[in-house]
């Protein structure tokens, strides 16, 4: 617990989670403004009559996949956090020192869970919408940048690297986030809004 009150973390913190309600109030708003709003809605006090998003729209082509994407990610990196985390819990546990005697080990428990259904969940919101071709690329590249982030932060992973150990990694990160972009750019349903909703509609009339 002692590095969560170091002040890089809290604020690194704090500005994940500042972001995950701010990309999760903007989707709302945009689902209720729209025809993308959900059968059993409970934030239909963000309706406006004088707001409406269409599908051919910017914001519904392009920035509503960032924000799902960019959800999912932030979501995902306290995943990642729990996960490293519970590693040395259990690390300190098989070396005799029980950690399972603790409320934060359940804490960090539980925030695996949450997170893992969170960040599952955004990510089936955003395929459900988008070409896989085009989200699962860019939830990767997001969700490594947070996780290098994170563990740098929190974990200070960085503090013993050398030049060549620091310029290695950057290379290596360099090649996965070239090949995640040559596998965005084979996308062949660009006009994946379109197809997605003839077929919904195909299947309704069958």
């Keep these: 617990m002692k590095l969560y009150k170091r002040p890089e973390t809290i604020m690194w913190f704090t500005f994940i989670v500042m972001t995950i309600l701010g990309l999760y109030f903007f989707i709302k708003f945009v689902e ?45 990196s306290f995943t990642t956090l729990s996960i490293k985390s519970l590693g040395e819990i259990i690390d300190k546990t098989l070396a005799g020192e029980n950690q399972f005697a603790s409320y934060i080990t359940y804490i960090f428990i539980l925030s695996l869970i949450i997170c893992t259904f969170g960040q599952i969940y955004w990510l089936n919101r955003a395929l459900r919408r988008y070409d896989a071709l085009l989200v699962v690329p860019l939830f990767h590249i997001t969700w490594t940048i947070l996780s290098i982030f994170t563990a740098g932060i929190y974990f200070q992973e960085f503090e013993y690297y050398s030049k060549i150990q620091f310029t290695n990694f950057l290379i290596g990160i360099g090649l996965i986030f070239i090949g995640s972009m040559f596998l965005a750019s084979r996308i062949t349903n660009r006009n994946r809004i379109e197809i997605r909703e003839e077929t919904n509609n195909d299947n309704k009339n069958k």
Excluded: T
């Design 32 to 76: 209720v403004n729209s025809d993308w709003e959900l059968p059993d809605e409970q934030l239909g006090i963000l309706k406006r009559e004088n707001v409406w998003f269409e599908e051919e729209g910017v914001v519904m082509k392009y920035l509503m996949i960032l924000a799902y994407v960019w959800l999912s990610s932030f979501i995902a």
